[in-house]
């Protein structure tokens, strides 16, 4: 799933190609929004909040959009071939006279008045990436359930809007704690810490093509996506499982050595998979 950085890059693209400018075209293919016309009316802004997508437009109408898994808005010239997904699969359809916004594979997408924005994004904790980020109150909110996983806790939007399971292994492993480890057994200095690296984490790659956490040229990540490869720190061999709440379980990547705090039993996932961009869902 895409994480903040990665949704924050998406909400400038969508800006630069359609801020001021007024639409020629609006094709929203949702049962729900197919009639809605939004021609001749003027985009005002695109931006990201957490992993949600808000494109404000006039007339007091907000499009809303969130990329889940396998969601993608792809910009296009006039004579360019549109090559996101087969037709089938474009969700939206935003165009000006310069540039075409097509949406794929969005699963959400909704049209709200942009004063009952609430209603899509009210939920979120602070944004790392936004102009609501207060770190006490991020971490007052990791906080006030103490026995549930660190990993679980920061992938709970509710707590802090942004991180995934990328961002979220690799935090984990820069404090040096597992992502089993009960929030409220964090100890206090690495508590401080943490909302701290997690926003300089994610400002770092919000403008890089390719998401690094080590500064190296590579590997491009401590721990996830690498085990069984060894630890950059001790050489360790790196370990995966799968961790969740039971609603959606996410491949966690930790280093034995490098980081303490309890860890799942003998059950390992299997090693390997690319990069990828928890009712308590936690991912919204």
């Not at 097509?102 to 939920?123: F, K, Q, S």
């Not at 490869?229 to 930790?254: F, I, K, M, N």
Request: with cysteine; aromatic share 4%; glycine share 8%.
């Amino acid at each position: 799933m895409p994480e903040g950085d990665t949704v924050w890059q998406a909400a400038k693209r969508l800006h630069t190609a359609l801020a001021d400018k007024v639409l020629t075209r609006s094709d929203l293919r949702v049962p729900k929004f197919a009639t809605a016309d939004l021609t001749g009316r003027r985009v005002l802004d695109v931006t990201a909040r957490g992993k949600h997508l808000l494109t404000r437009i006039e007339g007091g109408l907000t499009l809303h959009s969130h990329l889940r898994m396998d969601g993608s808005w792809r910009i296009y010239t006039a004579n360019q071939r549109w090559n996101g997904g087969p037709t089938h699969q474009i969700r939206a359809i935003l165009a000006n006279t310069d540039l075409t916004a097509v949406g794929y594979r969005l699963p959400v997408l909704e049209l709200l008045r942009t004063a009952d924005e609430h209603r899509a994004v009210g939920h979120l904790g602070p944004d790392l990436l936004g102009p609501d980020w207060d770190p006490e109150r991020a971490l007052a909110n990791l906080l006030q359930d103490p026995a549930r996983p660190l990993g679980e806790a920061l992938l709970d939007q509710r707590n802090l809007a942004g991180v995934g399971n990328v961002f979220k292994s690799e935090i984990c492993f820069l404090l040096g704690v597992t992502p089993w480890l009960p929030v409220g057994a964090l100890p206090a200095d690495r508590a401080a810490q943490l909302p701290v690296l997690a926003k300089k984490l994610l400002e770092a790659n919000r403008d890089r093509p390719t998401r690094n956490t080590t500064g190296l040229r590579s590997p491009d990540v401590f721990v996830y996506g690498r085990a069984p490869r060894p630890c950059l720190r001790c050489r360790t061999s790196l370990r995966v499982a799968d961790q969740g709440d039971g609603s959606r379980e996410r491949p966690t990547y930790w280093c034995p050595t490098c980081q303490t705090g309890p860890t799942p039993g003998p059950r390992h996932r299997t090693p390997g998979g690319a990069h990828s961009r928890t009712s308590r869902r936690t991912d919204n």
